[in-house]
């Protein structure tokens, strides 16, 4: 058995890289996604609906767009400020999705609709690229 494990372990080691520029691309998609959904700036749903400050509306909106960008592109570059750029867009996601959860969501926590939501995922791949920034 544990000759297979040692096997199994060396032949997905092949993919781990794959694995992590997945879940990176997955993450930042979605954050495109969510940010341009809020143009034209300021975001009527977020003003209206959440009361904010138009400027902080839009700061929300083009909060979610570039941390959808950077995140991809730092995959890319293979240097400190890659590395920096990763980790500073897992800690924008974080600060994000902590955000949102408290403001659009208090009524999730602890609950089913958390646990089975897009959003707890998203927090937790945003924290994932915040502690691991580019290492391997």
Known sequence: MNNFDKKFDNYLQNFEALASLSLRFILGI??????SRKFPLPPEGLVEYYNLHPILASAVAL??????????????????????????????????????????????????????????????????FFIKGNNK
Do not use: C
Not at 65 to 88: E, H, M, Q, V, Y
């Open 30 to 35: 979605a954050f495109i996604i969510y940010g």
């Open 63 to 128: 909060s979610e767009l570039l941390s959808g960008i950077i995140i991809i592109i730092a995959a890319f570059i293979k240097n400190p400020l890659g590395n920096i750029l990763t980790r500073l867009a897992g800690l924008n996601i974080v600060l994000l999705m902590s955000s949102i959860l408290v403001v659009a969501h208090s009524d999730w926590f602890i609950t089913t609709k958390l646990f089975s939501s897009v959003q707890i995922f998203l927090l937790v791949s945003g924290l994932f």
